[in-house]
Protein backbone atom coordinates (compact mmCIF):
# COMPACT_ATOMS: atom_id res chain seq x y z
CA UNK A 1 0.00 0.00 0.00
CA UNK A 2 1.72 3.21 -1.19
CA UNK A 3 0.63 6.09 1.43
CA UNK A 4 -0.02 9.45 0.25
CA UNK A 5 1.94 12.27 2.43
CA UNK A 6 -0.10 16.06 2.55
CA UNK A 7 1.48 18.69 2.04
CA UNK A 8 1.01 19.60 5.96
CA UNK A 9 3.23 16.57 6.57
CA UNK A 10 5.19 17.18 4.18
CA UNK A 11 6.13 20.94 5.39
CA UNK A 12 7.09 19.02 8.80
CA UNK A 13 9.79 17.04 6.92
CA UNK A 14 11.64 20.00 5.55
CA UNK A 15 11.45 21.78 9.21
CA UNK A 16 12.65 18.86 10.88
CA UNK A 17 15.19 17.57 7.75
CA UNK A 18 14.16 14.27 7.44
CA UNK A 19 10.49 11.97 8.50
CA UNK A 20 12.06 9.26 10.39
CA UNK A 21 10.37 6.25 12.26
CA UNK A 22 10.77 8.33 15.24
CA UNK A 23 8.14 10.71 14.54
CA UNK A 24 4.32 10.17 14.33
CA UNK A 25 2.07 10.28 11.15
CA UNK A 26 -1.52 9.72 12.55
CA UNK A 27 -4.93 11.67 12.77
CA UNK A 28 -4.87 12.61 15.05
CA UNK A 29 -1.00 13.57 16.44
CA UNK A 30 0.53 15.52 19.15
CA UNK A 31 4.66 15.08 19.59
CA UNK A 32 7.78 16.72 21.04
CA UNK A 33 11.58 16.28 21.75
CA UNK A 34 12.18 17.25 25.04
CA UNK A 35 16.13 19.10 26.12
CA UNK A 36 18.41 18.01 24.04
CA UNK A 37 18.65 14.21 25.00
CA UNK A 38 15.93 13.70 22.18
CA UNK A 39 13.37 12.25 24.60
CA UNK A 40 10.37 11.75 22.35
CA UNK A 41 7.28 13.13 24.26
CA UNK A 42 4.12 11.61 22.44
CA UNK A 43 1.03 11.46 24.53
CA UNK A 44 -1.84 8.85 23.53
CA UNK A 45 -4.65 11.24 24.93
CA UNK A 46 -4.65 15.03 22.71
CA UNK A 47 -7.30 17.52 22.06
CA UNK A 48 -8.04 21.17 21.78
CA UNK A 49 -10.77 23.15 23.90
CA UNK A 50 -12.46 26.13 23.12
CA UNK A 51 -13.39 27.92 25.55
CA UNK A 52 -16.50 30.88 25.47
CA UNK A 53 -14.19 33.86 25.63
CA UNK A 54 -12.31 32.50 22.49
CA UNK A 55 -9.21 31.12 23.98
CA UNK A 56 -8.07 27.75 23.32
CA UNK A 57 -6.19 25.37 25.03
CA UNK A 58 -3.98 22.08 23.34
CA UNK A 59 -3.99 19.44 26.14
CA UNK A 60 -1.70 16.09 25.42
CA UNK A 61 -0.78 12.88 28.77
CA UNK A 62 0.86 9.61 28.45
CA UNK A 63 -0.61 8.97 31.83
CA UNK A 64 2.88 10.00 33.71
CA UNK A 65 3.21 13.45 31.86
CA UNK A 66 1.07 15.89 30.39
CA UNK A 67 1.34 19.27 28.77
CA UNK A 68 -1.19 22.04 28.26
CA UNK A 69 -0.42 25.02 26.80
CA UNK A 70 -3.28 28.33 25.53
CA UNK A 71 -3.62 30.45 22.88
CA UNK A 72 -5.66 34.06 23.03
CA UNK A 73 -7.50 33.18 19.89
CA UNK A 74 -8.68 30.04 17.74
CA UNK A 75 -7.38 31.27 14.18
CA UNK A 76 -4.40 31.07 12.06
CA UNK A 77 -1.11 32.70 12.87
CA UNK A 78 1.93 32.86 15.14
CA UNK A 79 1.87 33.14 18.98
CA UNK A 80 4.92 33.89 21.01
CA UNK A 81 5.59 33.99 24.52
CA UNK A 82 7.04 37.05 25.06
CA UNK A 83 3.88 39.43 23.47
CA UNK A 84 1.61 37.07 25.75
CA UNK A 85 -0.61 36.15 22.95
CA UNK A 86 0.07 32.35 24.88
CA UNK A 87 -1.35 32.90 27.90
CA UNK A 88 0.21 30.18 29.39
CA UNK A 89 2.47 26.85 29.16
CA UNK A 90 2.60 23.70 32.06
CA UNK A 91 4.39 20.54 31.56
CA UNK A 92 4.26 18.12 34.66
CA UNK A 93 5.85 14.85 35.17
CA UNK A 94 5.81 12.37 38.44
CA UNK A 95 7.90 14.67 39.95
CA UNK A 96 8.15 18.39 38.49
CA UNK A 97 5.54 21.05 37.62
CA UNK A 98 7.21 23.06 34.73
CA UNK A 99 5.30 26.48 33.24
CA UNK A 100 6.16 29.35 31.25
CA UNK A 101 7.69 32.22 32.74
CA UNK A 102 7.69 36.36 31.90
CA UNK A 103 10.99 37.32 30.67
CA UNK A 104 12.64 33.82 31.15
CA UNK A 105 10.73 31.55 29.29
CA UNK A 106 11.01 32.26 25.57
CA UNK A 107 8.57 29.96 22.50
CA UNK A 108 6.20 30.22 20.06
CA UNK A 109 2.94 28.68 18.78
CA UNK A 110 2.14 28.41 15.04
CA UNK A 111 -1.45 27.68 13.44
CA UNK A 112 -1.23 26.48 10.61
CA UNK A 113 -4.77 25.33 9.47
CA UNK A 114 -8.28 25.02 11.04
CA UNK A 115 -10.67 22.75 8.73
CA UNK A 116 -13.33 20.66 9.18
CA UNK A 117 -13.07 21.66 13.52
CA UNK A 118 -9.70 20.23 13.58
CA UNK A 119 -6.15 22.12 14.42
CA UNK A 120 -3.10 21.56 12.85
CA UNK A 121 0.59 23.58 13.78
CA UNK A 122 4.02 23.53 15.55
CA UNK A 123 5.55 24.75 18.68
CA UNK A 124 8.42 24.88 20.74
CA UNK A 125 9.06 26.31 24.40
CA UNK A 126 12.44 27.16 25.54
CA UNK A 127 13.23 27.57 29.75
CA UNK A 128 9.82 26.05 31.38
CA UNK A 129 11.26 26.49 34.91
CA UNK A 130 10.62 23.55 37.25
CA UNK A 131 9.29 24.03 40.84
CA UNK A 132 12.92 21.97 41.52
CA UNK A 133 14.30 25.15 40.13
CA UNK A 134 15.46 23.77 37.22
CA UNK A 135 14.26 24.33 33.73
CA UNK A 136 12.52 22.50 30.35
CA UNK A 137 12.77 23.00 26.61
CA UNK A 138 10.43 21.45 23.91
CA UNK A 139 11.44 21.15 20.78
CA UNK A 140 10.74 20.39 17.24
CA UNK A 141 6.50 20.75 18.34
CA UNK A 142 4.09 19.47 16.32
CA UNK A 143 0.12 18.82 16.50
CA UNK A 144 -2.42 17.59 13.69
CA UNK A 145 -5.99 17.41 13.37
CA UNK A 146 -6.24 17.48 16.84
CA UNK A 147 -10.57 17.56 17.31
CA UNK A 148 -11.52 21.03 18.72
CA UNK A 149 -13.90 20.03 21.52
CA UNK A 150 -16.50 23.19 23.43
CA UNK A 151 -15.54 23.51 26.91
CA UNK A 152 -17.94 22.34 29.42
CA UNK A 153 -17.62 23.54 33.13
CA UNK A 154 -18.01 20.52 35.90
CA UNK A 155 -20.80 21.16 37.64
CA UNK A 156 -20.10 23.25 40.90
CA UNK A 157 -21.08 21.83 44.12
CA UNK A 158 -22.70 24.21 46.56
CA UNK A 159 -22.54 24.11 50.19
CA UNK A 160 -25.26 25.13 51.88
CA UNK A 161 -24.88 26.93 55.01
CA UNK A 162 -26.68 24.76 57.80
CA UNK A 163 -29.14 26.64 59.27
CA UNK A 164 -31.30 25.79 62.74
CA UNK A 165 -34.84 26.99 62.21
CA UNK A 166 -37.23 26.46 65.12
CA UNK A 167 -39.71 24.06 64.25
CA UNK A 168 -39.40 24.20 60.77
CA UNK A 169 -39.12 21.52 58.17
CA UNK A 170 -36.20 21.35 56.02
CA UNK A 171 -37.78 21.97 52.59
CA UNK A 172 -36.71 18.86 49.67
CA UNK A 173 -35.05 20.34 46.53
CA UNK A 174 -37.15 20.23 43.62
CA UNK A 175 -35.88 18.00 40.96
CA UNK A 176 -37.12 17.87 37.27
CA UNK A 177 -39.15 15.12 36.70
CA UNK A 178 -37.97 14.69 32.76
CA UNK A 179 -35.00 14.17 34.38
CA UNK A 180 -35.32 11.43 36.86
CA UNK A 181 -36.69 9.73 34.00
CA UNK A 182 -34.14 10.53 31.75
CA UNK A 183 -33.58 8.07 28.51
CA UNK A 184 -30.94 8.17 25.62
CA UNK A 185 -30.55 4.92 23.15
CA UNK A 186 -29.17 4.48 19.81
CA UNK A 187 -27.40 1.94 17.57
CA UNK A 188 -23.24 2.08 17.10
CA UNK A 189 -22.50 0.37 14.22
CA UNK A 190 -25.85 -1.58 14.25
CA UNK A 191 -25.45 -2.71 17.51
CA UNK A 192 -27.80 -1.49 20.44
CA UNK A 193 -26.69 1.20 22.89
CA UNK A 194 -28.52 1.46 26.22
CA UNK A 195 -27.35 4.00 28.79
CA UNK A 196 -28.11 3.90 32.24
CA UNK A 197 -26.10 7.38 33.47
CA UNK A 198 -27.77 10.48 32.47
CA UNK A 199 -27.20 14.20 33.14
CA UNK A 200 -28.03 17.31 31.95
CA UNK A 201 -25.22 20.28 31.95
CA UNK A 202 -26.38 24.00 30.73
CA UNK A 203 -22.87 26.47 30.49
CA UNK A 204 -22.02 29.58 28.72
CA UNK A 205 -23.14 33.07 29.41
CA UNK A 206 -23.80 34.98 26.41
CA UNK A 207 -25.24 32.84 24.74
CA UNK A 208 -25.91 29.47 27.02
CA UNK A 209 -26.09 25.92 25.68
CA UNK A 210 -27.23 22.90 27.70
CA UNK A 211 -24.81 19.48 27.40
CA UNK A 212 -26.52 16.30 27.45
CA UNK A 213 -24.75 12.89 28.80
CA UNK A 214 -25.85 9.42 28.73
CA UNK A 215 -23.66 6.56 29.45
CA UNK A 216 -23.49 3.10 30.26
CA UNK A 217 -20.10 0.93 31.24
CA UNK A 218 -17.86 1.38 28.92
CA UNK A 219 -19.57 3.88 25.79
CA UNK A 220 -20.95 7.77 26.74
CA UNK A 221 -22.53 9.84 23.88
CA UNK A 222 -22.86 13.41 24.46
CA UNK A 223 -24.87 16.18 22.28
CA UNK A 224 -24.82 20.26 22.60
CA UNK A 225 -27.38 22.36 21.59
CA UNK A 226 -27.98 26.18 22.82
CA UNK A 227 -30.76 26.45 25.35
CA UNK A 228 -33.61 28.55 23.64
CA UNK A 229 -33.23 25.76 20.93
CA UNK A 230 -36.90 25.20 19.06
CA UNK A 231 -38.12 22.08 17.47
CA UNK A 232 -36.46 21.48 14.01
CA UNK A 233 -33.79 19.75 12.13
CA UNK A 234 -29.90 20.71 13.15
CA UNK A 235 -26.37 19.78 11.31
CA UNK A 236 -24.13 17.85 13.97
CA UNK A 237 -20.72 18.77 13.78
CA UNK A 238 -17.81 18.40 16.91
CA UNK A 239 -17.93 21.37 17.88
CA UNK A 240 -19.99 24.93 17.41
CA UNK A 241 -23.66 25.42 18.86
CA UNK A 242 -24.60 21.54 17.63
CA UNK A 243 -22.09 19.21 18.13
CA UNK A 244 -21.90 15.73 19.18
CA UNK A 245 -19.20 13.31 20.44
CA UNK A 246 -19.42 9.25 21.10
CA UNK A 247 -16.42 7.65 23.33
CA UNK A 248 -15.33 3.95 23.88
CA UNK A 249 -13.34 3.26 27.12
CA UNK A 250 -12.59 7.03 27.49
CA UNK A 251 -11.08 7.33 24.17
CA UNK A 252 -13.57 10.15 22.21
CA UNK A 253 -14.13 11.18 18.81
CA UNK A 254 -16.15 14.29 17.51
CA UNK A 255 -18.54 14.04 15.16
CA UNK A 256 -17.57 15.09 11.24
CA UNK A 257 -21.61 15.05 10.44
CA UNK A 258 -24.91 14.02 11.21
CA UNK A 259 -28.69 15.47 11.82
CA UNK A 260 -30.31 16.74 15.93
CA UNK A 261 -34.08 16.93 15.03
CA UNK A 262 -35.86 18.56 18.37
CA UNK A 263 -39.14 17.10 18.32
CA UNK A 264 -40.58 18.81 21.57
CA UNK A 265 -38.88 21.43 23.73
CA UNK A 266 -41.06 22.68 26.77
CA UNK A 267 -38.84 25.88 28.26
CA UNK A 268 -40.81 25.71 31.18
CA UNK A 269 -40.72 22.08 32.68
CA UNK A 270 -37.49 21.88 31.25
CA UNK A 271 -38.22 18.98 29.21
CA UNK A 272 -36.47 17.89 25.85
CA UNK A 273 -37.01 15.70 22.97
CA UNK A 274 -35.64 14.21 19.91
CA UNK A 275 -33.81 12.03 17.18
CA UNK A 276 -30.35 11.69 16.40
CA UNK A 277 -27.87 10.21 13.99
CA UNK A 278 -23.83 11.06 13.31
CA UNK A 279 -20.61 9.48 11.78
CA UNK A 280 -17.34 10.52 14.01
CA UNK A 281 -13.97 11.58 12.65
CA UNK A 282 -12.97 7.82 13.53
CA UNK A 283 -14.91 6.35 11.47
CA UNK A 284 -17.91 5.42 13.87
CA UNK A 285 -21.58 5.41 12.52
CA UNK A 286 -24.40 6.04 15.13
CA UNK A 287 -28.16 5.81 14.09
CA UNK A 288 -31.34 5.35 15.24
CA UNK A 289 -30.50 8.18 18.49
CA UNK A 290 -33.47 8.83 20.49
CA UNK A 291 -33.30 10.77 23.54
CA UNK A 292 -35.89 11.78 26.14
CA UNK A 293 -34.39 14.73 29.12
CA UNK A 294 -34.89 17.13 31.27
CA UNK A 295 -32.42 20.10 32.35
Given at each position: ??????????????????C???????????????D?D?????P??K??VL??????????????????F???S???G???IN?QAV????FQ????????E??V????I?V???????ISG?????D????D?K?I?????????????N????K???IE?E?????EE?????I?????????????N?????T????????G????????K???????????????V???Q????GS???S?????????S??IS????I?????E???????????T???????????????
Amino acid sequence: MIRKITPFIAFFCLIFNSCTTDIEVNSPGLQATIDDDNELFRPGIKKAVLHDDGTLVIQGSTGSESISFTITSSKTGTYKINQQAVNAVTFQNSNTKFSSENGVSQGQIVVDEIYNNEISGSFYFQDLKGSDGKSITFRNGWFYRLPIENFVPEKEEVIEEEVIVEEEEEEEEEINECLLNASLTAKVNGVDMITDDHDAIPFGVNNPSILIKAKNDTEEITIVFPINVTPGQYSLTGSGDYSATYSLDNDKSSAISGTLTITDHNSETQCITGTYEFTTRSGVVVTEGVFDFGY
